[in-house]
Structure formats: C-alpha cells, structure tokens
C-alpha cells in the first residue's frame, strides 16, 4: 500500500514536469562524461519509457518476508552536493533526482560522472502513514552505495557502510504531527587497488576494459513499513530434503509462540506452533524438489501470538525443497549434485549492468527479461558476478528456476597482506551481511569468496567461515586463476576456451568462464572504444559457428574430463564490453538463438550456409595444405615463379599451444605460400584474415600485403594494402606468409574476406 498525495494535481503537474527534466537531460549525457573516459552515446533499453516517477519500482521489495502494508518512498527527491567535511546538510537543495536511480544514471535525471569527493545529500518529505498502537515505523534501505547516514526531522537515526546489503532504522520516536523530513547523506568513494580498498566490484571512476561506470548513492527501493511493538524481523528457512522437512527460525522483537503454516499453492499442508528465536521443524509429505526444470515453491506463513494468544504480526513468505552437494558420479569422479543427482549447470556470467539505470533496472519487467532470456536459451545457471541484485531477482529466478552462482563483490588493493586491517573487516562484515540476508533464496547454490585474485587474503579461513556462516551451499574459494585448493571447487577461467582439469578427491572441477565471441552492433554500442576477448567477428553467421564449437568442446570436457559446469561470458554487452550475447540495450540478439539454444543443450545442428563466406577460406572449417619450410629461403620465395617443389606440405593452422594447429610448428622463424585461383569479378576490397602469433608479414604474388606485429591468437581481419589488392589477378595467384616467434605458443594462418 502506499500513501495518497495531499493535492493529486499538483503531484501530476510534478510528474510531468519531472519527466520532461528527465528526457531533457538524456541528450547531455555524452556532454557530462568524465573527458578521463570515451565519451559515449546514451542507450536507453525498451523499458525506460515505462519509468513513472509517481510509481518507481512499485513492487514490494522484499519477497522473502511480506506485509501488506507498506509506503514506496521511491520517486523525486531534493539532492545537493557537498564536501567530505560537512557533518549537516546543505541550506539548499536546488536539483532532483529519481530515487532509486544512482547519481551517475540516465534514469536518475542527474547522469553526471561520480563525485568521489563529496557526499550526495538527499532528502523528501512524507506524511507517516498509519501504524499499530504502541508499533513502530520502520525506514528500510534496499541499498546505498556505499557510506550512508540517515536524519529524520534534524536526528540522526545512525550510519551504515556496504553497498550491497540493506539496512534499516527505526524512525517512531522522532516522528512529528503532518509533514516529516528524512535527509540521506551518501559517499561513494570508488576507492581501489589502494590498501583501503573498498568492496565495489566493478564500479571505476574511470571505466575501461572490464570496469565499468560507478553507480553512487541510493540504487535500491527507500520505504516505509509500519509494524506492531513485536514484530518478526527475520525468517530463516532450511530446506532438508533428505528429511522431508524444512527448518524455520523465527526471529522477533520480543519473545513468545509463533505458528508457522506451510502450504502448496495455497493448499494448507501443514502447521506447527514453535519458540521464536528457535529451530522450528516443518515437516512434509511427497515433496517436491526444487529444480531449474520444475521450480516448484511451497508458501509459508509465520503469525506471532501476542500474550493473550491474539494474532499480532505476520508475515508471508516461501521455500523451495532443494539440496547441493557433492558426490560422486559412475566413474568416481567428483561432481555437484543438485538433489542428489548430477545436472550438468551451463549459463552466463551476468553482470547485471544496464544502460540507462546502471547498477539499477528500469523496472521489475526488466529484470524480468534478462532472467527469461536466460531460461529461453536452455540454460539452466547464472552466475551473478562482481555485484549483488534486489532481492527480486533472486524471487524471479527462484520462481522461474535458475540456479545461481554468487559473487562477493570484489575489493582490489593487492594479495598477501597488502590491504589494512580495517579493509579486510569491512569486507568480511559485508560478507557476513550478505550470506545472512541471501541465504532465503534455494536458486543460490554457491557462494564464491574472491574472483581472480582480487583483493583476495586468509582465503582458507575466509572459506571455512563462509561453510560455518552456511554449511548448505558449496563454496568456491576463488573463480580462476588463484586457486588455494580449498573449498568445494576448483575454477579455471579459460578465454577462449573453453578448458578445466578433472575433478579431484575432495573437489568438483568447474570453468567459472570462458568464450567472449565478440560482435559489434552499430547503434547498440555504449561507446566506440570496445573492448571483447577475442577478434570481432563480422555477423551473426560467423559468430554462431564459433559459439556453437566452444560449446561442442565444453560438452565434450563434461564426458571426458568430469567437468560439472561451465559459464560463458556473457550475457549482455556492458558498456565497452561487447561480448555479450545481447546488446547492452538488450535490444538485439546477436547469435542465431536455434543453434545457440540447441548448443547449450548439447545438441549441434548443422548450421545454414554462410550468407558472406570468405572469399579465399583459411583452415579454420576445413584443412588447407600449405607448403612450408623453417628454414631461411631465397630472396624471391614469395615470387610466383619460385620453386618450392621441395618443400614440405601440411594443412594449415601451424604452431603449437594454439586453438586449431593441425601442423607441428615449434620454432622461431616459418616460411608458408599456397596457390589459389582467382575468379572474376575479384571484389574492389578485401582484407586479410589471419591467425599469428607472433610478428607475421603477408604476401600476394611477391607483394608486401600487410605486416603485423605482437599476436591475437584467433582470427582477425586485417586491412589488405592497395599494393597487394593490386597484384591480385583472375587466375593462378600466390598467398605467402612469414610468421616470427619469441616466446610461449605460436601459429600462422592467412585467408582472404570481403569487409
């Protein structure tokens, strides 16, 4: 329920002028961005439109314990900035933003670069909405990021650190007749790679590469709940399927009997009558397991009984029946069991970004959306990385039946001691929060403490910490390339991939990440300064071959190695990121969904032809014999009329410790050359296209085409010189490539495609 505003038409003449503000400053966004970072052009996702700001994400924000009544307080608020010193808020507020938008989003009506330096100040007005005699009046915070203080009508109700978790106050006793002030102060210092690093994940101030935008101040629902004096303020729920119970702790303001009904679609199944602040047993007949394939959800509600036997508080919430464990599968080798049997988890990295709302989605179809694609593709995982959602997004994959993998949101600041002391307790409080506050959801299935190494320390304790904290879930010490052999997980990030090692004795083996197949969508892109993996790929068709051949491999790793599950990166585009399956603006998908689909099910059609094929193919699809010598030859070897009669022959690619070699290669220098026929017309422009590792220089017919330097390990086009375009002509013509090595894998191929 929400509150109804004094003067209806005064709040519309608002809204539209809010709106009109708001769609005014879009255009300025490119304008406003740091001159440190790309200037970008704004993308807005479909869903922007459907922002209202006299109705911001009206959705109960917190699906795990529900009351009826509630007030949303998201929507305008007054916001000013001010320096790091100031202890009381401004004497003016002259702007607006759009709670719960942050300070550096499109959709906040602000979309100006972070201001590590200052707090962002906040405040709005609301007329207390009624509540129980002798109840309270509860402030809730879904999140701020990151150093938050709260006043109501000039008093300070306290302070919370952590961008991530929520947090609440208690506002009854200093609530006044009428109109009531709440002023929010916020400072997002974006603090990393320094020893008092900060737990921001992704968040830069400025963005490149695999770092993003920050996203400042509140980025999650602000409401208002009205309570009795006795009121529950936490429900625990803990699926024992073994036992065909669930347990419930209850946890409230004051003692006393609390009675717990469990139903199944509304049907009543079961009620028992318990201790708050005890385990409460739930037990259950022909359960239902929980699974990605049938997400089947039981209701629960919890009632405490006042000291006359009354009904006084309640509260409405779920569970799933579900289990994750190790075990082991017919060949003995370690897997993740999910109820008792292995499912082979395949999904996403998801970073959760989004254009116009940053760290905050549009709306609730939004989030919505992602997760729905996700399950369309035949996916069943995601793993939500270097940031944590709404509680709504982990109802929505409970419902919609995904499982997820969580992320601790990285902290930076170096390895082995190098972080203060006051660092790594903020980061393990924020830790702690986090496991308590998620726990609710049974999509959850692993947490993960450190990912590659960032800011990572005491990883062994901070692992058996985290099994006390939850011994429910499997715990992956740390996804790729740091691992410290403990926890239930050994995770290897392999780009492109995808790669791993077999399971051992006590620890299931994962590929947390790999792929990145990279395509550019004119229009779709944040910004012309894009980052991926690999080489961008030129069209769907293109990039659904190379997709479907990373997943063919992970299945085979599966069978042949033990490997339990593997996440492709990524999802969506994020900012200059541009390895997403989906545009940033989630406007295109870029891949052929039917292959692509199929693929993560394990099934590999064949594809449709190749509407651009190259115009002269390289040995990626089909092997092209090559003459070949590694040692030094005449002058004139690239010639047309050179004999290399005497060289040996093999099929293209040739190196070592790289994707695709069919031809041994191992030294420093090789020498190729291939024969062709060109026929007419011989297209106006051309490029290379061409694996190397390490300096290459290309020839046609004797003439210098193209020489590049360093590698890429994957195909890549590459400008044809007017020169080498020239010497091309109808008939008999020569490709020839020299390829110079110095360290680590090597390899050569060389094709020719039409731009």
Not at 338 to 353: A, H, I, R
Not at 617 to 640: L, Q
Not at 748 to 754: A, C, K, P, S, Y
Request: hydrophobic share 40%; aromatic share 10%.
């Amino acid at each position: 329920m929400t509150t109804a505003h004094p003067f209806p038409r005064l709040r519309l003449l608002l809204t539209h002028l809010f709106l009109a503000g708001l769609a005014g400053i879009l255009p300025q966004l490119a304008a406003a961005a740091d001159p440190a970072t790309p200037s970008h052009k704004p993308l807005r996702t479909r869903w922007a439109d459907s922002v209202n700001p006299a109705n911001v994400l009206p959705e109960y924000p917190r699906p795990q314990m529900i009351r009826k009544t509630w007030v949303n307080l998201n929507g305008p608020w007054d916001y000013a900035l001010a320096g790091l010193a100031a202890t009381n808020p401004p004497t003016e507020f002259s702007a607006k933003i759009l709670v719960p938008f942050p300070y550096e989003s499109a959709l906040s009506g602000v979309a100006k670069p972070s201001a590590p330096d200052q707090c962002i100040w906040y405040r709005r007005q609301f007329r207390p909405p009624a509540y129980p005699k002798d109840g309270r009046l509860l402030l809730h915070f879904g999140a701020v990021n990151w150093d938050a203080t709260v006043w109501v009508n000039g008093h300070c109700l306290g302070a919370h650190r952590g961008g991530y978790d929520s947090f609440s106050f208690d506002l009854t006793d200093h609530l006044k007749m009428g109109v009531n002030e709440i002023v929010v102060s916020a400072w997002n210092p974006v603090r990393a790679d320094v020893a008092e690093a900060q737990v921001l994940g992704k968040q830069r101030l400025h963005p490149g590469g695999i770092f993003y935008t920050a996203a400042s101040g509140i980025w999650q629902t602000v409401w208002l709940e009205p309570v009795p004096a006795g009121h529950i303020t936490d429900l625990r729920i803990t699926p024992d399927l073994d036992h065909s119970l669930a347990q419930v702790l209850v946890t409230a303001e004051a003692p006393g009997r609390v009675v717990l009904t469990a139903n199944d679609l509304g049907r009543p199944l079961v009620s028992v009558t318990g201790e708050v602040g005890q385990a409460i047993s739930l037990p259950l007949t022909n359960v239902i397991p929980w699974t990605p394939s049938d997400p089947h959800l039981y209701g629960l509600r919890a009632v405490v009984l006042q000291p006359d036997g009354q009904p006084g508080d309640k509260v409405e919430s779920y569970f799933g029946m579900r289990s994750i464990r190790l075990g082991r599968d017919e060949k003995g080798r370690q897997r993740m069991l999910l109820n008792g049997k292995f499912v082979f988890e395949t999904g996403p990295l998801d970073q959760g970004y989004w254009p116009d709302g940053i760290y905050t989605a549009p709306t609730d179809e939004a989030l919505i959306s992602d997760i729905s694609v996700v399950k369309q593709l035949g996916w069943n995982t995601i793993r939500k990385h270097a940031k944590v959602e709404p509680a709504r997004w982990y109802w929505w994959t409970d419902r919609m039946g995904l499982l997820v993998w969580q992320d601790m949101p990285q902290m930076f600041g170096g390895r082995d001691g190098a972080l203060t002391p006051a660092a790594k307790t903020q980061f393990e409080t924020e830790w702690q929060r986090l496991l308590h506050e998620f726990a609710h959801f049974p999509s959850i299935i692993v947490w993960t403490t450190f990912n590659e190494g960032w800011g990572q320390y005491d990883t062994e304790r901070l692992v058996a910490l985290t099994k006390q904290i939850d011994p429910t879930r499997l715990v992956n010490n740390a996804s790729g390339w740091v691992d410290q052999k403990c926890g239930d997980l050994y995770d290897a990030h392999d780009y492109p991939g995808p790669g791993g090692k077999a399971p051992e004795a006590n620890r299931a083996s994962v590929n947390g990440e790999f792929g990145g197949v990279t395509v550019s969508v004119e229009g779709h892109r944040w910004t012309t300064d894009t980052f991926g993996y690999g080489s961008v790929l030129k069209g769907s068709w293109l990039a659904t071959k190379r997709y479907q051949a990373l997943w063919k491999k992970a299945y085979q790793l599966r069978d042949e190695l033990g490997i339990s599950a593997f996440i492709y990166t990524q999802l969506t585009d994020v900012e200059q990121e541009i390895n997403g399956l989906l545009t940033y603006d989630r406007a295109v998908e870029k891949l052929d969904r039917r292959i692509v689909r199929a693929a993560h099910l394990g099934e590999f059609p064949p594809l449709p032809p190749d509407p651009h094929p190259d115009w002269l193919p390289t040995s990626e699809d089909e092997p092209v014999t090559w003459s070949y010598t590694t040692n030094a030859p005449a002058a004139n070897w690239s010639a047309p009329d050179f004999d290399a009669g005497t060289w040996p022959t093999g099929p293209a690619t040739f190196g070592h410790d790289l994707a695709g070699v069919r031809t041994p290669w191992t030294g420093a220098d090789i020498w190729i050359r291939r024969e062709f026929t060109a026929a007419t017309p011989i297209p106006a422009k051309l490029n290379l296209l061409l694996k190397h590792d390490e300096d290459a220089e290309i020839y046609i017919n004797g003439v210098l085409a193209a020489k590049v330097t360093g590698y890429n390990g994957d195909y890549q086009p590459f400008p044809l010189s007017e020169a080498g375009r020239a010497a091309l002509h109808p008939g008999k013509n020569i490709l020839a490539a020299h390829c110079h090595n110095t360290i680590g894998g090597q390899g050569i191929d060389v094709g020719l495609t039409q731009p």
